[in-house]
């Protein structure tokens, strides 16, 4: 069964016999920033290393140094060696495919493979004459334009800062720029009121819901022209779309002035803002005065990215980079303030100790352009930080192997600790650098939150332990009704405020009072919360890790063993929001009563035992099958077996998604918006010779392991 259990938690090579689709293998769980740049590197012989000491001396041995000759058996050699190497790859790529095809394919690697995705510019379409690929006749065929028929337009998803409305209730929005000299505004992003024919609907979450527009789509020269992508480095650009096809682009081009990217200071500009408009802002958390009197105060975020020494800052990163402060911080007058928390992998450097140290580590690892935004860590910090006891004999399992101060089983200690010298915060967003997203990150994240603040919490806890189906269970209030339905008939009891359990020892810590209902569930018409900022949003359904076999879910540390393990929640992928009463509670339970569990695993848990606000966002999921609707539900909805759920054994199921720890479609897909050639497909002249470039409306995209243009 050990075997069995560790063969399919990894991930492999997705062929099915006659199809060319063969997404990129991934990791069972990301341990890529636990690696080094060498861990994937040839192991080289010392003879390669060393090269061949006297090369020259041996041909003119043989041949006596004629030039003629020496051509002659260069290109004899080096078409020998051409033709050997091309039949050894041959040769491999045969006995993988053979493999490939011999395996038995998982039931919805059957599923017909949707192509609507890949369906670009010029076959843009209204919102009101969009069909969805799944609801579209096979033999029907889709309009090509010559060029794309609708101009792209900017789009500006924030309130209107200079309103009457807007001026009633807050204080003035100043303007925020790049540099000091401010000659470059932050710049405006463009989409296209349309989408391509036939494009797909997701099957999980909805555009509506989360108040992302659903009528228009993306693509690279909107999305990313105006960060550098199509402009050349002798203006400030990146040159990426040299080898692009380039459809329309000219009229994208010619909205935006080119901005010289050299020489921006992002924290610095990001520090202007703030001073600029924190009249805006209520500052009791950082010790400073509240926004005018009568006015409200605008909450402030922390939007902070975990990276790592040794991690590579691509030009395609630079560019999500650039967008996450411009979008979310500078645009907004200083909502958001973007961060980088870069874990120092070796642990003899004693970056707490000298400020030298310290920034030399900082210089040699992050682009000059993000280090006024930057904040490192390590675990040899973590573990003065948190000094425990972490006693093994108070862990149930420990699944990995690992440390308790490592990375892998406590990335929460790093974020804890930073929302401690934070406290100016409302909220931090935790975000990985392997996700991606091609929509507005200041509608998605505000949409997100809006939404979330207006759920009531009865049954929410409910409502977000499952997948909305739009196409199976109607409007989300129709599904809420159902998960009411459902809840009765099962007989459950519903989460309805802190939850207890026993414990003995240094105990738990009280909960806080506000978290405590106002009424039974019974008496309560949906109204408790409604309006309450969540404390917690993830991206995955938030479920009983008891319920299933993930082979994480009693990795649980600091309660007494010799009780029932106590009850705990998880959500997969760390990426959250997480409220500043959260994130000061998790911190409390770590480091005076030395409780701690997986990291996926302990911000829902603590929101569970101290009744915090927590929900799942339902956030738009594509995949690349056309599943039936009724199989789809039941797989990821009702489960048979606790290891047929999508969290344990049946996490084959996201493979071909677009959001999961596991989902290989997600970067296929990704790579192909960018215009690179993907599994032998896609690319500039299959984009010329169809309907050019993919227009893909907003999505999140994980894991992004590679990525590159044409």
């Given amino acids: 069964m050990g075997a069995i259990k560790s063969a399919l938690s990894l991930i492999p090579s997705l062929q099915v016999p006659g199809s060319k689709v063969a997404y990129q293998q991934l990791p069972s769980h ?16 010392d003879a390669w290393r060393k090269g061949f000491s006297s090369p020259r001396r041996r041909l003119g ?5 004629s030039p003629k000759r020496l051509v002659i058996v260069t290109l004899t050699v080096f078409f020998t060696l051409v033709l ?25 690697e059957l599923y017909p493979r949707m192509n609507g995705f890949y369906n670009g510019l010029r076959s843009l379409v209204s919102y009101s004459d969009w069909i969805p690929e799944q609801q579209v006749e096979s033999k029907s065929k889709i309009a090509i334009h010559k ?25 003035p929005v100043q303007r925020c720029y790049l540099d000091d000299n401010e000659k470059y505004e932050a710049p405006d992003v463009f989409a296209y009121p349309g989408i391509p024919a036939g494009m797909p609907a997701p099957f999980w979450g909805s555009y509506e819901s989360i108040g992302v527009a659903p009528d228009r789509c993306w693509e690279r020269f909107g999305r990313f022209g105006p960060y550098g992508y199509s402009y050349n480095p002798a203006e400030g650009g990146l040159g990426l779309s040299n080898k692009s096809a380039h459809a329309g682009a000219e ?82 007058g200083g909502e958001y303030d973007v961060h980088l928390l870069v874990h120092v992998k070796d642990n003899t450097i004693p970056i707490w100790a000298s400020e030298e140290t310290y920034n030399q580590t900082l210089r040699e690892n992050v682009p000059e352009e993000f280090w006024e935004m930057t904040t490192l860590w390590s675990e040899q910090l973590m573990r003065t930080y948190y000094p425990g006891p972490f006693r093994e004999e108070d862990n149930v399992e420990n699944h990995s192997k690992s440390d308790i101060h490592g990375v892998y089983r406590s990335a929460h200690f790093a974020l804890q600790w930073f929302a401690q010298q934070h406290q100016e915060y409302d909220f931090i967003w935790n975000w990985e650098m392997d996700i991606r997203y091609t929509g507005h990150y200041y509608e998605f994240h505000n949409g997100i939150s809006n939404w979330a603040a207006d759920q009531p919490r009865k049954l929410l806890w409910e409502r977000s332990s499952r997948f909305w189906i739009p196409g199976t269970h109607g409007s989300w209030e129709k599904f809420s009704q159902l998960v ?17 359990f026993p414990s003995n020892g240094l105990g738990v810590p009280p909960s806080p009072k506000e978290n405590t209902p106002p009424t039974t569930i019974g ?5 408790w919360g409604v309006g ?61 009563y030395h409780h701690t569990m997986f990291p996926e695993m302990w911000p829902p848990t603590i929101a569970l035992h101290h009744g915090y606000k927590a929900v799942y966002a339902p956030h738009p999921v594509y995949f690349d099958r056309k599943w039936p609707l009724d199989v789809m539900d039941k797989i990821f909805n009702y489960p048979s077996a606790p290891h047929e759920s999508p969290f344990g054994w049946g996490e084959h199921n996201m493979q071909g998604g677009s959001f999961y720890y596991n989902a290989g479609f997600s970067g296929a897909l990704w790579r192909r918006w960018l215009g690179a050639k993907e599994n032998g497909e896609g690319g500039k002249k299959t984009e010329e010779r169809g309907s050019d470039r993919l227009c893909l409306r907003g999505m999140l995209y994980h894991p992004i392991k590679t990525e590159s243009v044409e």
């Fill in 532 to 592: 309450e900022d969540a404390d917690l949003i993830v991206f995955n359904p938030i479920f009983d890790p008891s319920k299933t076999n993930w082979v994480f879910r009693n990795d649980v540390t600091g309660y007494n063993t010799s009780l029932e393990t106590p009850p705990r929640r998880a959500a997969i992928i760390t990426v959250a929001r997480l409220s500043r009463k959260l994130l000061n509670a998790m911190h409390e339970e770590t480091y005076r």
């Fill in 147 to 171: 060029a794309p028929p609708f101009d792209p337009v900017a789009v500006n998803p924030y309130p209107d800062f200079s309103s009457n409305e807007y001026l009633k209730d807050h204080e």
């Fill in 61 to 65: 041995f043989l041949f006596r140094t």
């Fill in 251 to 332: 009229k994208v081009e010619e909205m935006f002035t080119k901005i010289d990217y050299r020489g921006i200071n992002w924290g610095k500009a990001q520090k202007t803002c703030f001073e600029k408009n924190k009249r805006r802002f209520n500052l009791e958390g950082a010790g400073g005065e509240n926004a005018t009197e009568g006015k409200k105060a605008v909450k402030r975020t922390a939007y902070v990215l975990r990276t790592w020494t040794g991690y590579k800052y691509t030009d395609i990163q630079l560019l999500s980079l650039r967008a996450m402060i411009s979008e979310l911080s500078l645009k907004s």
């Fill in 523 to 527: 008496d309560d018409d949906y109204q």
């Fill in 484 to 500: 009411e339905r459902e809840t009765k008939e099962r007989g459950e009891d519903p989460v309805w405020g802190p939850v207890t």
């Fill in 84 to 108: 050997l190497i091309g039949g050894s790859f041959r040769a491999r790529r045969y006995y993988a495919q053979k493999k490939a095809e011999e395996r038995i394919p998982y039931h919805w």
């Fill in 30 to 45: 990301d341990m890529s920033h636990a690696s080094t740049p060498l861990d994937e590197s040839p192991i080289m012989s």
